[in-house]
């Protein structure tokens, strides 16, 4: 079984930065994808960033510039540091592992951006 383990949400003014990570542990294949997706209140969850364990990298458009997404690869920890946050940036951020073909997903962590 593999669990994902998130930390560093919280509470932001706008334009302030936050990181978060996750870290994933139990049968995970050395080829895999991990990263980083949101749910704001009344919409749908949505690909933030992700990033192989090649290093190849996406990011959504609204995010470009702002996020970097990174890892670790002997740790099995993705991080997620935002910068220049806005108040749309609010959502529930979820951390995922695609561990060949099966997803698994971290329990979230919220990220609010508010003045």
């Known amino acids: 079984q593999v669990q994902l383990v998130e930390s560093g949400g919280g509470l932001v003014q706008p334009g302030g930065s936050l990181r978060l990570s996750c870290t994933a542990s139990g049968s995970i294949f050395s080829v895999n994808v991990m990263g980083w997706y949101r749910q704001a209140p009344g919409k749908q969850r949505e690909s933030v960033a992700t990033i192989t364990s090649g290093g190849r990298i996406n990011y959504a458009e609204s995010v470009k510039g702002r996020f970097t997404i990174s890892r670790d690869n002997a740790k099995n920890t993705v991080y997620l540091q935002m910068n220049s946050l806005k108040p749309e940036d609010t959502a529930i951020y979820y951390c995922?592992?695609?561990?060949?073909?099966?997803?698994?997903w971290g329990q979230g962590t919220q990220v609010t951006v508010s003045s």
């Open positions: 995922n592992l695609l561990n060949r073909v099966t997803p698994y």
